[in-house]
């Protein structure tokens, strides 16, 4: 049980200060569960690319994070500690949205946001690179998936293909 | 506008179960504002954009709030597991799969998560490139990315001090303009 706490508050730490969207908290998220020992580098990666096949936001891959960390126990601790920060926010919202959408603070800080969250984003790739890109074949790949979706190519279609490309690649080896 | 809690939730078990590849406030756009009516395409922007400022993902947030907005404290939290179920049952399944059956390197399974993985990283850039001409349309919004990056990205500082550090300073860059 203490252990489900330790990944409760662990989760809870960076859905905190995960702010700027998406999952910019990716490159801490990898830093502090790989120094646990909660997974290996290998399986931060395959984590991730498995969080794009599911509905939902992509930050379901902490379920797997959780799992790996404790079992069961820890997949829904760490979905708890990632999620509520952001969710008691938004339902205590519902008093005084009107005021936070128009309030000179609140629309500089959300102009703010959008440079910051490229930085985050830009710091996302640099992690993701480096976790999850080892061969020249994988980078075409990654160029390949940029372009389409840059052209309006469906998402999920998208990374169906790269699981195909992915799998003949290794049977033609 | 008030929203019985059992419609509440299947109609945000059902955003859940399709908003597939991300995008999830698309979904919960045309869900909410066009086929059910239960909010005006203002008052969905208008909160969208505060959500925007809160932790978390822009998807669950935005969940969590209409939920309270329509159904009260305990509609927030129907609408957030609603949101949440299918993907996170679905999540738990793979992931038991991939821990049971183990994916070593060089298996069928590791090759097919590899190429998801160079996929996955062709969407973060793609969705970056598109931003690039609105969201860094000026110097300031160049250095604020910048700074960020190096700190975060490059020095590894953990991301509360970064934001600590450059949110304050991005307010203060934006403060004329937000007038």
């Known amino acids: ?173 | 506008m008030r929203v019985p809690l059992p419609q509440l939730f299947t109609a945000f078990l059902y955003i859940g179960l399709t908003a597939f590849g991300g995008g999830g406030t698309a979904h919960i756009y045309e869900l909410m504002v066009v086929r059910r009516g239960w909010l005006s395409e203002r008052e969905f922007l208008e909160t969208t954009a505060v959500c925007r400022v809160l932790p978390g993902p822009v998807f669950a947030n935005l969940a969590a709030h209409l939920g309270a907005r329509l159904g009260g404290a305990l509609g927030g939290l129907v609408a957030l597991a609603g949101v949440l179920l299918p993907g996170s049952s679905l999540m738990l399944l793979l992931s038991l799969a991939y821990f049971r059956f183990g994916a070593q390197p060089g298996s069928s399974a590791e090759g097919a998560l590899s190429g998801v993985a160079a996929a996955a990283i062709g969407l973060v850039l793609a969705t970056m490139l598109r931003q690039v001409r609105v969201g860094l349309d000026s110097l300031k919004a160049i250095l604020l990315a910048l700074a960020v990056f190096v700190t975060y990205g490059l020095l590894h500082w953990s991301l509360l001090l970064v934001l600590l550090l450059t949110v304050p300073v991005g307010v203060a860059l934006y403060w004329q303009e937000a007038e």
């Open chain 1, 1 to 173: 049980m203490s252990e489900g706490l330790e990944v409760f508050f662990t989760f809870l730490r960076l859905g905190l200060v995960s702010f700027g969207g998406g999952m910019a908290n990716l490159p801490e998220m990898a830093r502090v569960l790989i120094a646990k020992g909660w997974v290996t580098p290998q399986q931060f990666a395959d984590g991730f690319a498995m969080g794009q096949f599911v509905p939902g936001p992509n930050m379901l891959a902490v379920v797997f994070y959780g799992l790996s960390a404790c079992g069961p126990v820890g997949a829904v601790a760490a979905a708890l500690g990632m999620f509520l920060p952001g969710a008691t926010g938004a339902i205590l919202l519902v008093h005084g949205w009107e005021w936070m959408a128009r309030a000179r603070w609140s629309r500089a800080l959300r102009m703010a946001l959008v440079p910051v969250s490229m930085g985050l984003s830009a710091s996302m790739l640099l992690v993701l690179i480096e976790l999850g890109l080892d061969s020249l074949w994988g980078l075409a790949l990654v160029g390949l998936a940029t372009l389409l979706i840059y052209r309006g190519a469906n998402i999920l279609a998208i990374m169906l293909a790269g699981g195909v490309l992915g799998l003949a690649f290794t049977w033609l080896r």
